[in-house]
């Protein structure tokens, strides 16, 4: 079992920055690549980056890159989004979630993860 909380949302202006954490427990963290999805109200669950285990490749969302950069630190079981330039669009609930899948194209899946953390709201304001 992997257990996963993230911490880290709010509420900021339009043009600012958050960095949400992603803190595992349980299973040996650097086994999984780890995923960031979000949630808007009435809209469903999308991708928004991942990361390999070895921390050696990353992927974004088209609607991100440029402005999200997703990082881990094995050595804290703990993976980041630091989200710069946010727009009222990127407002949902942010979730962290661990896979055992490789492949890029799986990861991009979020049936493919197994486990979840629960959630952290992040409101961008105009």
């Known amino acids: 079992q992997v257990q996963l909380v993230e911490s880290g949302g709010g509420l900021v202006q339009a043009g600012g920055s958050l960095r949400l954490s992603c803190a595992a427990s349980?299973?040996?963290?650097?086994?999984?690549?780890m995923g960031w999805f979000r949630q808007a109200p009435g809209k469903e669950r999308e991708f928004v980056a991942a990361?390999?285990?070895?921390?050696?490749?990353?992927y974004y969302a088209d609607s991100v890159k440029g402005r999200f950069t997703i990082a881990g630190d094995n050595a804290k079981n703990t993976v980041y989004l630091q989200m710069n330039s946010l727009n009222p669009e990127d407002t949902a609930a942010y979730y962290c979630?661990?896979?055992?899948?490789?492949?890029?194209?799986?990861?991009?899946?979020?049936?493919?993860?197994?486990?979840w953390g629960q959630g952290t709201q992040v409101t961008v304001s105009s």
């Open positions: 979630a661990a896979t055992v899948v490789t492949s890029p194209y799986l990861l991009l899946i979020s049936g493919k993860y197994n486990y």
């Open positions: 349980g299973r040996t963290f650097i086994r999984f690549d």
């Open positions: 990361i390999s285990r070895s921390g050696g490749n990353t």
